[in-house]
């Protein structure tokens, strides 16, 4: 194997500050069994995890979670990261953000914040993420345009809302959106449990883009509108997080540092926690940040494929997820020895029928469930 090349900092830190959250999403990209992680560290804790992410040379900082307003010092911790010179970018499901709390952000110097939505009717948000938020999702972005932060919107998109994608945009131009992000959804963690029921027809795919296409020409003076495709339909692998251990630095409500929020699951591998190591040691010199970095741990056919500098060989835990090994190619790569599977789940997205299971939303209980059964 070569020796993996020495990577230069961080660019981003993400400081997951809490697996808590009021919401109940189906998609949610909290790892499954986030009900056994229930600590979190301590304000001080967070204080030096900033200190030690920016001495390294990291240069925003996203505090998401879970629902990062549930913690109560988040104030605090942001005030720290602006004092710090990070970019600081606040991920919220927008539950929380309180008129106070939002004058308490705009005087500890908050840059961005990125509010999500699930649906543009209340009916289809609420039923998504168990909760009626939606009215509230409303007023939370009056609230931020007003204080005159750019308003950036993201919506997970996915079977149960693809078809109002045209509405969807037009509700963000209606709040004032700037930025729109249409993420398709990603096939991980919750997302994963729902994959029959979440998985869009190749018709409803290519139908959404042209919608978007067309909303894009037409708000070109006022609104970015980011589509992303997911990578099960592009079959073709995806830059994970840009490179594994190479822009990207998560640390986990409990301290945890990961290359990417799902990496936790994969087997034979333990990550450090900012307790017990410097966010140096963890981002240079850990087994974990070190192990999938680069090209030199590929295996056939990535080790001697032509793009294998441009996409890395694609996702570990998608490898793991569906290959059931992590060093294999990402299966949504046609030279995949298990891309038939991924073949699989997109047939199963074009029969008439298809999703008829029940959802399972994101709930503690639920998790706690999953755990006991070793799922
Ligand atoms: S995806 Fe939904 S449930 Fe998961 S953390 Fe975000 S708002 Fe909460
Ligand atoms: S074989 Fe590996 S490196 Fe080549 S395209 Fe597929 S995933 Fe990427």
């Known amino acids: 194997m070569n020796a993996p090349r020495q990577p230069g900092p961080p660019m981003w830190l993400l400081a997951e500050v809490t697996y808590r959250c009021p919401l109940h999403c189906v998609f ?126 993201n919506v997970v998109i996915h079977r149960l809302n693809i078809g109002q994608i045209g509405r969807i945009i037009e509700m963000a131009d209606e709040l004032g959106a700037e930025y729109l992000e249409l993420a398709n959804a990603q096939y991980y963690s919750w997302a994963l449990l729902n994959r029959e029921q979440l998985m869009p027809s190749r018709e409803q795919l290519r139908a959404a883009e042209a919608v978007t296409n067309e909303w894009k020409a037409k708000l070109a003076d006022r609104m970015r509108i980011l589509f992303v495709v997911p990578d099960y339909h592009e079959g073709k692998p995806k830059k994970c997080m840009n490179g594994w251990g190479n822009v990207f630095l998560t640390v986990t409500p409990d301290g945890t540092a990961l290359p990417c929020h799902t990496a936790r699951m994969l087997p034979g591998l333990s990550f450090p926690n900012v307790a017990d190591s410097s966010l140096r040691d963890i981002w240079y010199d850990s087994p974990g940040f070190n192990r999938y970095r680069g090209t030199g741990w590929m295996k056939q056919p990535c080790r001697d494929c032509e793009h294998k500098e441009e996409d890395l060989g694609g996702c570990r835990c998608q490898a793991y997820l569906i290959a059931g090994d992590a060093e294999a190619a990402d299966p949504v790569c046609p030279k995949s020895p298990k891309h038939e599977r991924v073949l699989d789940a997109l047939a199963a997205a074009e029969r008439p029928g298809a999703a008829q299971r029940p959802l399972i939303f994101r709930d503690p209980q639920e998790s706690r469930r999953r755990c006991a059964e070793g799922a």
Not at 114 to 138: G, V
């Open 28 to 153: 949610c990209y909290n790892p499954v069994d986030f009900a056994s992680h229930e600590q979190e560290l301590s304000t001080d804790d967070w204080l030096r995890v900033l200190r030690e992410g920016r001495e390294l040379g990291a240069v925003q900082c996203g505090f998401s979670g879970g629902e990062p307003l549930l913690r109560d010092d988040l104030e605090i911790l942001v005030g720290e990261a602006r004092r710090l010179g990070y970019y600081t970018n606040l991920i919220t499901s927008g539950v929380g953000l309180t008129e106070a709390r939002l004058d308490a952000f705009k005087a500890a110097g908050l840059d961005h914040i990125q509010l999500s939505f699930q649906d543009s009717t209340r009916e289809i948000n609420d039923f998504l993420s168990h909760t009626r938020t939606f009215d509230l999702k409303q007023k939370v972005a009056r609230m931020i345009r007003e204080r005159g932060w750019p308003m950036v919107m």
